[in-house]
């Protein structure tokens, strides 16, 4: 791993959000930035020896199905045990489900390394998201029987939503989950369904790296009439496991009817099973416990109330859509470090000048070359301020869970406001960095010898994950800026405005605060221009473009404040943010949007 990652990170965490400010909170009162770096330690060490060298491995030798299972490489394997035996997957929960209540935002650094490192390696964000869910959730039943063994990483988990025939338009899934029996109300688990249906792009969700998969699914419960709801309020979520439990989480040896229907094979994150399941189709006939006979019908367990299930889903959706940002933040981040070095080494072309037409001079390291500091600069002003944004964001979620009632509620709804940003706006702008990275590389950029095309290969997955830039357009102007009144937006133009009020009184900084300062009324302009007439269809159609504003103006944000940070330091490091920042909040903001 790149020294550099971690100095950006520690930067980040203890000089710019201060983090270790935390341990003052009773619930992290046991901790010390000591026992955060440990953390951080033992990331960045795992990342380095179970993960990084084997990047190119998963992705030439992709998961395939022998007819009985799925086989992938030993090393997937071996990451998986490591990680799970590092407690990260418990990270931030209570201790006395076995957690370590560190802050949400140490969790999300430590798992910045293991983005890094190989993004398409195991299972993780989906299991902690899946477990996350049903600790909010679930029963105290389904938390003991599914919940914690994912903690625990002896289950891992999905999520199952998306359908061939409806794609993202959730409102249209048809997969139906029938009562099982007069008594499904009284099953320990939870109510019981039998569910039928098929769901696709579902990452990790056939494998043997654990004893089980915990598959959160998407459903609708027919009417009297036996037709399936209209519309997403229809929508019920239900625990499908892979292997049946009994009421402690032990297997009973029952196989549920949940059938691998085939692999999908992307253009990236190639080492994680990407999969298409049926669910019901008869291939493992399965008897509910208690019950006599077989049927076809996977056994599912009702997750708070019908037609309550795409808000509960939410809760792991949105938390994907942060960790799919940072994935794309880390990609970038990846190829980045990675040009960055082969521009320092390699040797190429003269300067322009009168030296330079000499032939008899030596060549040059491309890092001299104007433009190659160009792309490189830009990289680093992409990466490294989405990497600050979606801590920023993780610093939000502490901030809910600890923070006095005002404190909290505050961070709820900047998080509403910022999370369709922190998923969209890193998977465009570092997939641009991916693709400067190969470009700095040259020639050999796209050639296999070098790590920046497979980069950029898994990146650009990012754009698509957890929904589409339109659809995260439509969430940001339709529906999270003007939530509540639009308040969320006015805090986070406050927020803004307080930074640039500080960033005005620092000369070297004036300028860029007086441009973010004019972006901000700009976006404001916007907002209330989109929905004057009031009319959806016309608001929503400039949907992206807002979205793509937005995003650029809270980057430049968070780079003005960054930069307040790191102003007065007389070193390297810092001397690359003031640079950066000027680079970005200068041309990005009134060039690029």
């Known amino acids: 791993m790149n020294p550099g990652l971690r100095a950006t990170i520690d930067f980040l965490l203890y000089d710019w959000l201060r983090v270790q400010a935390l341990t003052e909170r ?3 009162a046991e901790h010390t930035r000591e026992t955060f770096d440990a953390v951080l330690d033992t990331c960045e060490r795992i990342a380095r020896e179970k993960y990084a060298p084997f990047n190119r491995l998963v992705d030439t030798e992709e998961p395939r199905f022998d007819g009985e299972r799925v086989v992938l490489p030993a090393a997937t394997h071996e990451a998986w045990q490591a990680y799970a035996a590092s407690g990260m997957l418990s990270a931030s929960q209570d201790y ?3 957690g370590m209540q560190l802050p949400y935002t140490i969790e999300a650094a430590g798992n910045a390394f293991f983005a890094a490192a190989s993004v398409s390696i195991g299972a993780g964000m989906l299991t902690v998201g899946n477990a996350n869910l049903l600790m909010a959730h679930g029963t105290e039943a389904q938390r003991r029987a599914f919940a914690q063994p994912e903690l625990q990483g002896r289950f891992a988990g999905t999520m199952c939503l998306s359908e061939p025939q ?3 338009s959730l409102s249209d899934i048809a ?11 009284s099953d320990p688990l939870g109510p019981r369904y039998r569910l039928r249906g098929n769901k696709m792009w579902i990452s990790a969700g056939e494998h043997e790296l654990t004893d089980n998969i915990v598959h959160l699914v998407l459903a609708k ?9 209209p519309g997403v309020k229809g929508i019920s979520l239900f625990i499908v496991p892979k292997w049946l439990v009994d009421t402690q989480g032990r297997l009973t040896g029952e196989r549920n009817d949940v059938a691998l229907a085939g692999l999908n094979h992307k253009c990236g994150w190639r080492g994680t099973p990407n999969t298409l399941l049926n669910f019901g189709e008869g291939r493992y006939p399965v008897r509910a416990p208690g019950l006599d006979g077989r049927g076809a019908g996977a056994i599912g367990y009702r997750v708070g109330a019908p037609g309550d299930g795409l808000r509960c889903m939410f809760h792991m959706m949105n938390e994907a859509r942060i960790g799919v940002g940072m994935a794309a933040t880390m990609l970038g981040m990846a190829g980045y470090l990675a040009s960055l070095d082969y521009a320092r080494t390699r040797l190429q072309g003269r300067l322009p000048g009168p030296a330079g037409k000499d032939p008899a001079q030596p060549p040059v390291r491309i890092i001299e070359h104007a433009d190659v500091k160009r792309m490189l600069l830009a990289q680093k002003a992409y990466c490294e301020g989405a990497l600050a944004l979606a801590l920023y964001c993780a610093r939000l979620v502490d901030e809910q869970r600890t923070g006095d009632a005002r404190a909290a509620d505050d961070a709820r709804l900047l998080l509403e406001v910022l999370t369709p940003i922190a998923k969209s706006w890193p998977s465009e702008w570092c997939l641009e960095a991916n693709s400067l990275a190969i470009q700095v590389h040259g020639g050999y950029g796209y050639t296999r010898d070098f790590p920046v095309e497979q980069y950029w290969r898994d990146n650009r997955l990012n754009m698509i994950h957890e ?13 999270k800026v003007r939530v509540e009144d639009g308040r969320g937006l006015s805090l986070l133009a406050q927020r803004m405005q307080t930074t640039v009020a500080r960033a005005r009184a620092v000369p070297t900084l004036a300028a860029h605060a007086q441009a973010l300062a004019r972006a901000i009324d700009e976006v404001a302009d916007a907002t209330r221009a989109a929905w004057a007439d009031g009319d959806p269809v016309a608001a929503l159609a400039n949907a992206v473009p807002y979205l793509q504003a937005l995003g650029h103006t809270v980057l430049a944000w968070i780079w003005l404040d960054v930069a307040l940070a790191a102003v007065g330091r007389d070193d390297a490091a810092s001397r690359g943010r003031l640079q950066a920042c000027r680079y970005f909040v200068a041309p990005e903001i009134f060039i690029t949007s």
Do not use: N, Y
């Open 26 to 28: 009773a619930r992290h």
């Open 175 to 185: 997969t139906r989950a029938v009562p099982d029996g007069d008594d499904f109300e």
């Open 96 to 98: 006395d489900v076995g």
């Open 467 to 479: 929904g589409t830039h339109g659809i995260q357009a439509l969430d940001l102007l339709g529906r």
């Open 221 to 229: 419960i027919p009417g009297a009439d036996g037709r399936l709801p």
């Open 166 to 168: 409806a794609g993202s």
